[in-house]
Protein backbone atom coordinates (compact mmCIF):
# COMPACT_ATOMS: atom_id res chain seq x y z
CA UNK A 1 0.00 0.00 0.00
CA UNK A 2 1.33 3.42 -1.04
CA UNK A 3 1.68 5.33 2.25
CA UNK A 4 0.45 9.26 2.09
CA UNK A 5 0.48 12.20 4.12
CA UNK A 6 -2.79 12.37 4.04
CA UNK A 7 -3.53 9.19 5.92
CA UNK A 8 -0.64 9.88 9.22
CA UNK A 9 -2.98 13.52 8.83
CA UNK A 10 -5.97 11.48 9.45
CA UNK A 11 -4.66 9.19 12.17
CA UNK A 12 -3.80 12.32 13.77
CA UNK A 13 -6.97 14.08 13.30
CA UNK A 14 -8.75 10.59 14.92
CA UNK A 15 -6.61 10.01 17.68
CA UNK A 16 -7.37 13.70 19.08
CA UNK A 17 -10.79 13.33 18.32
CA UNK A 18 -10.91 10.37 20.28
CA UNK A 19 -9.01 11.38 23.21
CA UNK A 20 -9.87 14.64 24.11
CA UNK A 21 -13.42 15.26 22.80
CA UNK A 22 -13.06 17.74 20.08
CA UNK A 23 -16.50 18.51 18.84
CA UNK A 24 -16.60 18.60 14.88
CA UNK A 25 -16.07 21.44 12.93
CA UNK A 26 -19.39 22.27 12.01
CA UNK A 27 -20.00 23.39 7.92
CA UNK A 28 -20.31 26.83 6.78
CA UNK A 29 -24.03 25.35 5.00
CA UNK A 30 -26.82 25.62 7.30
CA UNK A 31 -28.82 23.01 8.15
CA UNK A 32 -31.90 22.30 10.46
CA UNK A 33 -30.34 19.70 11.90
CA UNK A 34 -28.52 20.33 15.35
CA UNK A 35 -24.84 19.80 16.15
CA UNK A 36 -23.22 17.74 16.10
CA UNK A 37 -24.59 16.56 12.73
CA UNK A 38 -25.17 20.24 10.99
CA UNK A 39 -22.93 19.50 8.32
CA UNK A 40 -25.75 17.33 6.86
CA UNK A 41 -28.79 18.62 5.38
CA UNK A 42 -31.83 17.26 6.43
CA UNK A 43 -34.29 15.53 4.41
CA UNK A 44 -36.65 19.05 3.57
CA UNK A 45 -33.67 20.74 2.66
CA UNK A 46 -32.16 17.82 0.34
CA UNK A 47 -35.93 17.76 -1.82
CA UNK A 48 -35.66 21.72 -1.85
CA UNK A 49 -32.19 21.78 -3.00
CA UNK A 50 -32.87 18.85 -5.68
CA UNK A 51 -35.70 21.31 -6.85
CA UNK A 52 -33.56 24.55 -6.66
CA UNK A 53 -31.10 22.52 -9.15
CA UNK A 54 -33.44 21.87 -11.82
CA UNK A 55 -34.49 25.88 -11.96
CA UNK A 56 -30.81 26.98 -11.76
CA UNK A 57 -29.34 24.13 -14.63
CA UNK A 58 -32.76 23.76 -16.70
CA UNK A 59 -31.08 22.27 -19.03
CA UNK A 60 -28.70 19.74 -17.09
CA UNK A 61 -31.07 18.59 -13.98
CA UNK A 62 -34.23 17.26 -13.34
CA UNK A 63 -36.03 15.25 -10.24
CA UNK A 64 -38.18 12.69 -11.37
CA UNK A 65 -40.41 10.48 -8.63
CA UNK A 66 -40.09 6.81 -9.50
CA UNK A 67 -42.15 5.08 -6.07
CA UNK A 68 -43.39 5.77 -3.13
CA UNK A 69 -42.51 4.86 0.25
CA UNK A 70 -44.08 2.86 2.55
CA UNK A 71 -45.59 5.85 4.37
CA UNK A 72 -46.53 7.56 0.70
CA UNK A 73 -43.45 9.75 0.64
CA UNK A 74 -41.79 10.21 -2.97
CA UNK A 75 -38.69 8.42 -4.13
CA UNK A 76 -36.84 10.97 -6.23
CA UNK A 77 -33.59 10.18 -8.39
CA UNK A 78 -32.03 13.56 -9.57
CA UNK A 79 -30.83 12.91 -13.57
CA UNK A 80 -28.21 14.86 -14.59
CA UNK A 81 -26.92 15.33 -18.08
CA UNK A 82 -27.73 17.16 -21.50
CA UNK A 83 -30.09 14.42 -22.80
CA UNK A 84 -31.00 11.65 -20.55
CA UNK A 85 -32.89 7.99 -20.34
CA UNK A 86 -31.62 7.63 -24.11
CA UNK A 87 -30.79 4.01 -23.56
CA UNK A 88 -27.51 4.65 -25.36
CA UNK A 89 -25.59 6.86 -23.14
CA UNK A 90 -23.05 5.25 -20.57
CA UNK A 91 -24.89 5.79 -16.84
CA UNK A 92 -23.67 6.33 -13.17
CA UNK A 93 -25.84 5.36 -10.44
CA UNK A 94 -25.83 6.20 -7.23
CA UNK A 95 -28.18 4.71 -4.23
CA UNK A 96 -27.33 6.02 -0.98
CA UNK A 97 -29.86 6.28 2.48
CA UNK A 98 -30.95 2.78 2.14
CA UNK A 99 -29.88 2.84 5.85
CA UNK A 100 -31.75 5.65 7.46
CA UNK A 101 -29.10 7.18 9.99
CA UNK A 102 -26.38 7.04 7.03
CA UNK A 103 -26.22 10.85 6.84
CA UNK A 104 -22.77 11.34 5.31
CA UNK A 105 -23.42 9.15 1.91
CA UNK A 106 -26.53 10.99 1.32
CA UNK A 107 -24.84 14.38 1.89
CA UNK A 108 -22.05 12.98 -0.50
CA UNK A 109 -24.74 12.36 -3.09
CA UNK A 110 -26.00 15.16 -3.13
CA UNK A 111 -22.85 17.23 -2.45
CA UNK A 112 -21.61 15.17 -6.08
CA UNK A 113 -24.54 16.70 -8.04
CA UNK A 114 -23.59 20.16 -7.11
CA UNK A 115 -19.90 19.54 -7.95
CA UNK A 116 -20.65 18.79 -11.20
CA UNK A 117 -23.12 21.29 -11.89
CA UNK A 118 -21.09 23.74 -10.49
CA UNK A 119 -18.00 22.61 -12.73
CA UNK A 120 -20.10 22.68 -15.72
CA UNK A 121 -18.49 24.92 -18.21
CA UNK A 122 -15.60 25.53 -16.59
CA UNK A 123 -13.73 21.37 -16.69
CA UNK A 124 -13.03 19.58 -19.85
CA UNK A 125 -14.22 16.23 -18.25
CA UNK A 126 -17.21 17.72 -16.61
CA UNK A 127 -18.44 18.87 -19.29
CA UNK A 128 -18.01 15.26 -21.33
CA UNK A 129 -19.44 14.04 -18.71
CA UNK A 130 -22.81 15.64 -18.49
CA UNK A 131 -22.90 16.19 -22.31
CA UNK A 132 -22.32 12.91 -23.48
CA UNK A 133 -23.15 10.73 -20.37
CA UNK A 134 -26.14 9.87 -17.64
CA UNK A 135 -26.00 10.25 -13.85
CA UNK A 136 -28.75 9.07 -11.99
CA UNK A 137 -28.51 9.84 -8.24
CA UNK A 138 -31.26 8.47 -5.83
CA UNK A 139 -30.39 10.40 -3.03
CA UNK A 140 -32.49 9.43 0.13
CA UNK A 141 -33.52 6.13 -0.76
CA UNK A 142 -35.55 5.54 2.60
CA UNK A 143 -37.40 9.11 3.48
CA UNK A 144 -39.43 7.37 6.00
CA UNK A 145 -36.44 5.85 7.84
CA UNK A 146 -34.35 9.44 7.38
CA UNK A 147 -36.73 11.53 8.70
CA UNK A 148 -37.73 9.41 12.00
CA UNK A 149 -32.94 9.21 12.48
CA UNK A 150 -33.58 13.19 12.22
CA UNK A 151 -36.43 13.23 14.63
CA UNK A 152 -33.98 11.13 17.00
CA UNK A 153 -31.15 14.11 16.34
CA UNK A 154 -33.59 17.18 16.90
CA UNK A 155 -34.39 15.04 19.98
CA UNK A 156 -31.16 14.95 21.14
CA UNK A 157 -30.58 11.49 20.44
CA UNK A 158 -27.94 9.76 18.14
CA UNK A 159 -29.81 9.11 15.44
CA UNK A 160 -29.74 5.22 15.86
CA UNK A 161 -32.73 4.21 13.47
CA UNK A 162 -31.48 2.31 10.11
CA UNK A 163 -34.94 0.55 8.37
CA UNK A 164 -37.99 2.05 6.89
CA UNK A 165 -41.14 2.73 9.08
CA UNK A 166 -42.99 -0.94 8.14
CA UNK A 167 -43.51 -1.73 11.56
CA UNK A 168 -46.59 -3.93 11.13
CA UNK A 169 -44.67 -7.14 11.71
CA UNK A 170 -43.39 -6.01 15.38
CA UNK A 171 -44.45 -5.23 18.11
CA UNK A 172 -42.47 -3.42 20.06
CA UNK A 173 -41.63 -0.16 18.16
CA UNK A 174 -38.86 -1.14 17.01
CA UNK A 175 -40.02 -2.38 13.31
CA UNK A 176 -39.07 -2.21 10.19
CA UNK A 177 -37.20 -3.53 7.24
CA UNK A 178 -33.28 -3.41 6.36
CA UNK A 179 -33.71 -2.03 2.62
CA UNK A 180 -29.81 -2.76 2.17
CA UNK A 181 -30.98 -6.64 2.81
CA UNK A 182 -33.97 -6.37 1.14
CA UNK A 183 -32.65 -6.69 -2.71
CA UNK A 184 -34.26 -9.71 -4.71
CA UNK A 185 -30.77 -11.31 -6.01
CA UNK A 186 -29.08 -13.54 -3.23
CA UNK A 187 -32.09 -12.42 -0.27
CA UNK A 188 -32.03 -14.45 1.99
CA UNK A 189 -34.05 -14.49 5.78
CA UNK A 190 -30.81 -14.77 8.20
CA UNK A 191 -32.65 -12.56 10.88
CA UNK A 192 -36.42 -14.00 11.32
CA UNK A 193 -36.97 -11.46 13.85
CA UNK A 194 -38.78 -8.45 12.87
CA UNK A 195 -37.88 -6.62 15.85
CA UNK A 196 -34.44 -6.98 14.70
CA UNK A 197 -32.14 -4.06 13.08
CA UNK A 198 -30.91 -5.95 10.44
CA UNK A 199 -34.55 -7.71 9.58
CA UNK A 200 -34.39 -8.61 5.86
CA UNK A 201 -38.59 -8.50 5.26
CA UNK A 202 -40.95 -11.35 5.74
CA UNK A 203 -39.82 -11.98 1.13
CA UNK A 204 -37.32 -10.35 -1.24
CA UNK A 205 -38.09 -7.61 -2.06
CA UNK A 206 -40.88 -7.01 0.00
CA UNK A 207 -40.94 -4.04 0.68
CA UNK A 208 -42.15 -0.50 -1.84
CA UNK A 209 -38.54 1.12 -1.68
CA UNK A 210 -36.95 -1.77 -2.95
CA UNK A 211 -39.46 -2.45 -6.01
CA UNK A 212 -39.24 1.06 -6.59
CA UNK A 213 -35.51 0.98 -7.11
CA UNK A 214 -35.30 -2.29 -8.60
CA UNK A 215 -37.94 -1.21 -11.49
CA UNK A 216 -36.77 1.62 -12.20
CA UNK A 217 -32.76 -0.01 -12.83
CA UNK A 218 -34.49 -2.67 -14.69
CA UNK A 219 -35.52 -0.06 -16.71
CA UNK A 220 -32.60 2.02 -17.32
CA UNK A 221 -30.20 -0.59 -17.77
CA UNK A 222 -31.82 -3.05 -19.44
CA UNK A 223 -30.34 -1.85 -22.85
CA UNK A 224 -27.05 -0.88 -22.17
CA UNK A 225 -25.70 -2.20 -19.02
CA UNK A 226 -22.38 -3.07 -19.73
CA UNK A 227 -21.86 0.72 -20.42
CA UNK A 228 -23.35 0.88 -16.57
CA UNK A 229 -21.87 1.45 -12.96
CA UNK A 230 -23.83 1.07 -10.22
CA UNK A 231 -22.58 2.30 -7.12
CA UNK A 232 -24.01 1.75 -3.21
CA UNK A 233 -23.60 4.50 -0.71
CA UNK A 234 -23.01 3.30 2.46
CA UNK A 235 -21.22 3.66 5.84
CA UNK A 236 -18.88 1.33 7.69
CA UNK A 237 -15.69 1.65 7.19
CA UNK A 238 -13.16 2.54 4.22
CA UNK A 239 -13.79 0.13 1.63
CA UNK A 240 -14.83 -0.13 -2.09
CA UNK A 241 -16.82 -3.17 -2.23
CA UNK A 242 -17.13 -6.01 -5.52
CA UNK A 243 -19.94 -8.73 -5.59
CA UNK A 244 -20.94 -10.87 -4.87
CA UNK A 245 -21.54 -9.70 -1.17
CA UNK A 246 -24.04 -12.78 -0.42
CA UNK A 247 -21.91 -15.75 -1.18
CA UNK A 248 -17.99 -15.44 -1.35
CA UNK A 249 -18.06 -18.79 -3.38
CA UNK A 250 -20.70 -17.78 -5.85
CA UNK A 251 -19.05 -18.04 -8.83
CA UNK A 252 -17.75 -14.93 -10.47
CA UNK A 253 -15.94 -14.48 -13.93
CA UNK A 254 -15.73 -11.30 -13.78
CA UNK A 255 -14.24 -11.13 -10.02
CA UNK A 256 -10.89 -9.63 -11.44
CA UNK A 257 -12.29 -7.09 -13.56
CA UNK A 258 -14.64 -5.65 -10.72
CA UNK A 259 -11.34 -5.89 -8.29
CA UNK A 260 -9.54 -3.41 -10.60
CA UNK A 261 -11.93 -1.26 -10.63
CA UNK A 262 -12.41 -1.22 -6.92
CA UNK A 263 -8.72 -0.58 -7.10
CA UNK A 264 -8.77 2.40 -9.48
CA UNK A 265 -11.62 4.05 -8.24
CA UNK A 266 -10.00 3.90 -4.39
CA UNK A 267 -6.89 5.50 -5.28
CA UNK A 268 -5.41 8.40 -2.98
CA UNK A 269 -8.04 8.01 -0.65
CA UNK A 270 -8.47 6.27 2.30
CA UNK A 271 -10.84 3.35 0.85
CA UNK A 272 -9.40 -0.08 0.17
CA UNK A 273 -10.04 -2.68 -2.36
CA UNK A 274 -12.10 -5.53 -1.36
CA UNK A 275 -13.07 -8.58 -3.03
CA UNK A 276 -17.06 -9.44 -1.39
CA UNK A 277 -17.12 -7.90 2.40
CA UNK A 278 -14.71 -7.78 3.83
CA UNK A 279 -13.36 -9.57 7.53
CA UNK A 280 -15.54 -12.65 5.61
CA UNK A 281 -18.65 -11.37 6.31
CA UNK A 282 -21.90 -11.85 4.60
CA UNK A 283 -24.73 -9.65 3.21
CA UNK A 284 -27.73 -10.95 1.21
CA UNK A 285 -30.20 -9.25 -0.20
CA UNK A 286 -28.06 -6.53 -1.35
CA UNK A 287 -28.18 -3.55 -4.24
CA UNK A 288 -24.73 -4.50 -5.45
CA UNK A 289 -25.56 -8.04 -5.95
CA UNK A 290 -28.82 -7.03 -7.50
CA UNK A 291 -27.51 -4.97 -10.06
CA UNK A 292 -24.53 -6.85 -11.07
CA UNK A 293 -26.06 -10.34 -10.61
CA UNK A 294 -29.72 -9.44 -11.99
CA UNK A 295 -28.95 -6.32 -14.47
CA UNK A 296 -25.66 -7.62 -15.51
CA UNK A 297 -24.18 -4.09 -14.40
CA UNK A 298 -20.91 -3.49 -13.34
CA UNK A 299 -21.92 -2.88 -9.74
CA UNK A 300 -19.60 -1.75 -5.92
CA UNK A 301 -20.55 -0.87 -2.79
CA UNK A 302 -18.86 1.97 -1.34
CA UNK A 303 -18.51 2.08 2.08
CA UNK A 304 -17.19 5.06 3.60
CA UNK A 305 -16.70 6.30 7.07
CA UNK A 306 -14.64 3.75 9.82
CA UNK A 307 -15.76 3.22 13.49
CA UNK A 308 -13.38 5.93 14.92
CA UNK A 309 -15.48 8.63 12.48
CA UNK A 310 -18.41 7.69 14.01
CA UNK A 311 -19.32 4.44 12.55
CA UNK A 312 -23.13 4.40 11.08
CA UNK A 313 -23.07 8.25 11.56
CA UNK A 314 -20.03 10.05 10.49
CA UNK A 315 -18.89 12.99 12.24
CA UNK A 316 -18.16 15.92 10.72
CA UNK A 317 -15.04 16.80 11.32
CA UNK A 318 -13.93 13.72 8.90
CA UNK A 319 -16.69 14.53 7.10
CA UNK A 320 -15.69 17.69 5.84
CA UNK A 321 -12.09 16.76 5.83
CA UNK A 322 -11.51 13.52 4.24
CA UNK A 323 -15.15 11.70 3.11
CA UNK A 324 -15.93 14.51 1.06
CA UNK A 325 -12.98 15.70 -0.87
CA UNK A 326 -12.05 11.94 -0.88
CA UNK A 327 -15.30 10.34 -2.31
CA UNK A 328 -16.31 13.46 -4.85
CA UNK A 329 -12.86 12.37 -6.53
CA UNK A 330 -13.93 8.70 -6.17
CA UNK A 331 -17.00 10.02 -8.28
CA UNK A 332 -15.74 11.53 -10.51
CA UNK A 333 -13.29 8.81 -11.19
CA UNK A 334 -16.41 6.57 -11.75
CA UNK A 335 -18.23 8.51 -13.71
CA UNK A 336 -15.32 8.79 -16.16
CA UNK A 337 -14.91 4.92 -16.10
CA UNK A 338 -18.94 4.32 -17.32
CA UNK A 339 -18.22 4.39 -21.00
CA UNK A 340 -16.66 0.74 -20.26
CA UNK A 341 -16.21 0.43 -16.50
CA UNK A 342 -14.27 -3.31 -16.42
CA UNK A 343 -12.11 -3.08 -19.63
CA UNK A 344 -11.07 1.25 -18.83
CA UNK A 345 -10.45 0.05 -15.16
CA UNK A 346 -7.47 -2.38 -16.60
CA UNK A 347 -5.91 0.37 -18.93
CA UNK A 348 -3.30 3.03 -18.76
CA UNK A 349 -4.47 6.38 -17.02
CA UNK A 350 -3.21 10.09 -19.24
CA UNK A 351 -1.55 12.82 -17.05
CA UNK A 352 -1.17 16.17 -19.33
CA UNK A 353 1.98 18.07 -18.37
CA UNK A 354 2.09 21.08 -20.58
CA UNK A 355 -0.34 22.88 -22.30
CA UNK A 356 1.34 25.43 -24.86
CA UNK A 357 -0.95 27.58 -27.55
CA UNK A 358 0.02 30.74 -29.53
CA UNK A 359 -2.37 32.12 -32.79
CA UNK A 360 -1.59 28.99 -34.79
CA UNK A 361 -1.25 26.39 -32.96
CA UNK A 362 -1.67 24.23 -29.16
CA UNK A 363 0.92 21.83 -28.30
CA UNK A 364 -0.13 19.31 -25.25
CA UNK A 365 2.44 16.75 -23.82
CA UNK A 366 1.47 14.45 -21.88
CA UNK A 367 2.16 10.77 -19.91
CA UNK A 368 0.59 7.26 -19.93
CA UNK A 369 1.05 5.35 -17.58
CA UNK A 370 -0.13 1.78 -17.15
CA UNK A 371 1.03 0.64 -13.63
CA UNK A 372 0.18 3.21 -11.12
CA UNK A 373 -3.51 5.11 -10.03
CA UNK A 374 -4.28 1.97 -8.20
CA UNK A 375 -4.43 1.87 -4.61
CA UNK A 376 -3.05 -1.61 -4.07
CA UNK A 377 -0.07 -1.47 -6.55
CA UNK A 378 -0.59 -4.10 -9.15
CA UNK A 379 1.83 -7.23 -10.00
CA UNK A 380 4.05 -7.22 -12.75
CA UNK A 381 1.56 -9.57 -14.74
CA UNK A 382 -1.51 -7.05 -14.25
CA UNK A 383 0.35 -4.04 -16.15
CA UNK A 384 2.16 -4.32 -19.44
CA UNK A 385 4.07 -1.47 -21.89
CA UNK A 386 1.91 1.14 -23.49
CA UNK A 387 1.21 0.13 -27.39
CA UNK A 388 0.29 3.78 -28.07
CA UNK A 389 -1.11 6.84 -26.89
CA UNK A 390 -4.58 8.19 -29.29
CA UNK A 391 -6.84 11.21 -29.38
CA UNK A 392 -10.50 12.04 -30.73
CA UNK A 393 -11.71 14.76 -31.94
CA UNK A 394 -15.45 15.95 -30.45
CA UNK A 395 -16.60 12.27 -30.32
CA UNK A 396 -16.22 10.26 -27.08
CA UNK A 397 -14.09 7.40 -28.50
CA UNK A 398 -17.07 4.94 -27.51
CA UNK A 399 -19.01 6.70 -30.40
CA UNK A 400 -19.22 4.94 -33.81
CA UNK A 401 -18.58 8.37 -35.55
CA UNK A 402 -15.52 8.81 -33.66
CA UNK A 403 -12.29 9.18 -35.74
CA UNK A 404 -9.04 8.01 -33.16
CA UNK A 405 -5.86 9.68 -34.51
CA UNK A 406 -2.48 8.44 -32.73
CA UNK A 407 -0.29 11.15 -31.16
CA UNK A 408 2.24 12.50 -33.66
CA UNK A 409 5.14 11.25 -30.97
CA UNK A 410 5.24 9.03 -28.21
CA UNK A 411 8.07 7.01 -26.58
CA UNK A 412 8.25 5.08 -23.20
CA UNK A 413 10.64 5.78 -20.20
CA UNK A 414 13.69 3.78 -19.84
CA UNK A 415 13.27 0.54 -18.66
CA UNK A 416 9.30 1.37 -18.17
CA UNK A 417 7.89 0.59 -20.97
CA UNK A 418 4.60 0.79 -19.38
CA UNK A 419 5.19 4.74 -18.67
CA UNK A 420 5.04 6.88 -21.63
CA UNK A 421 5.77 10.36 -23.24
CA UNK A 422 3.96 11.70 -25.55
CA UNK A 423 3.43 15.13 -27.54
CA UNK A 424 1.21 16.09 -30.17
CA UNK A 425 0.94 19.53 -32.09
CA UNK A 426 -2.30 20.24 -33.55
CA UNK A 427 -2.72 23.17 -36.58
CA UNK A 428 -5.73 25.46 -35.90
CA UNK A 429 -5.94 26.38 -39.24
CA UNK A 430 -6.62 22.64 -39.99
CA UNK A 431 -9.51 22.68 -37.03
CA UNK A 432 -12.92 24.53 -37.59
CA UNK A 433 -13.71 27.85 -35.74
CA UNK A 434 -15.44 27.26 -32.26
CA UNK A 435 -14.38 25.22 -29.21
CA UNK A 436 -13.45 21.55 -29.48
CA UNK A 437 -13.14 19.34 -27.10
CA UNK A 438 -10.19 16.54 -27.50
CA UNK A 439 -10.55 12.96 -25.84
CA UNK A 440 -7.26 11.25 -25.04
CA UNK A 441 -6.54 7.47 -24.52
CA UNK A 442 -3.99 5.12 -24.02
CA UNK A 443 -3.54 1.28 -24.90
CA UNK A 444 -1.71 -1.47 -23.58
CA UNK A 445 -0.34 -4.13 -24.82
CA UNK A 446 -1.02 -8.06 -24.84
CA UNK A 447 1.34 -10.97 -24.51
CA UNK A 448 1.90 -10.47 -28.44
CA UNK A 449 2.72 -7.01 -28.20
CA UNK A 450 -0.95 -5.75 -29.98
CA UNK A 451 -3.70 -3.32 -28.44
CA UNK A 452 -5.02 -4.24 -25.33
CA UNK A 453 -7.20 -2.64 -23.05
CA UNK A 454 -8.02 1.06 -23.67
CA UNK A 455 -7.24 3.71 -20.19
CA UNK A 456 -9.65 6.21 -18.37
CA UNK A 457 -10.44 9.08 -21.09
CA UNK A 458 -8.88 12.26 -20.25
CA UNK A 459 -10.33 15.38 -21.95
CA UNK A 460 -8.79 19.05 -22.76
CA UNK A 461 -10.84 21.79 -24.73
CA UNK A 462 -9.49 24.12 -27.16
CA UNK A 463 -10.39 27.79 -28.95
CA UNK A 464 -10.09 27.79 -32.49
CA UNK A 465 -10.62 31.76 -33.79
CA UNK A 466 -11.80 32.59 -36.51
CA UNK A 467 -8.94 34.35 -37.66
CA UNK A 468 -6.65 31.19 -37.29
CA UNK A 469 -9.14 29.20 -40.04
CA UNK A 470 -8.45 32.20 -42.85
CA UNK A 471 -4.98 30.36 -44.02
CA UNK A 472 -7.08 27.02 -44.82
CA UNK A 473 -9.71 29.34 -46.48
CA UNK A 474 -7.09 30.75 -48.77
CA UNK A 475 -5.25 27.44 -49.36
Excluded at 62 to 84: A, C, H, M, N, Y
Amino acid sequence: MKPSLRSIKLLLILVLFSCVGITPASSAKLSALPEPYDCYRSCEEITTRMAELTSLYPGLARVKTIGQSFEDRPIQVLLLGREVETNTKPRLVLVSGLQANTLAPVELNLSFAEFLLESYGKDANVNWLLDETEIHLIVVANPDGRLFAEQQALNGDMPTWTKNRNLSECTTGNGGVALSLNFSYGWSAVVAEPCDSNYAGPSAASEFETQAIQTYLEQILAQNPERSLVIDLQNDGDWMITPFLYDRTAENPFENSLFMLANKLAYDSESMPSRGMPGNLILTGTLTDFAFGDLHAPSLRFNLGPLMAGGDVTNCLYFDQVMKPEGLISLARAARLTAEPLAQAQGPEINFNIIENDLFAVRITGQADDASFYKIWLNQDEYSAIHHISFSLDAPPWQQDAVLTQVSWSQPLPDTPYIMDFAHLFHLAEIAPGKHTLYFQAWDSDIEGEPDQAGMINAIEISVPLFSFIPLLIR
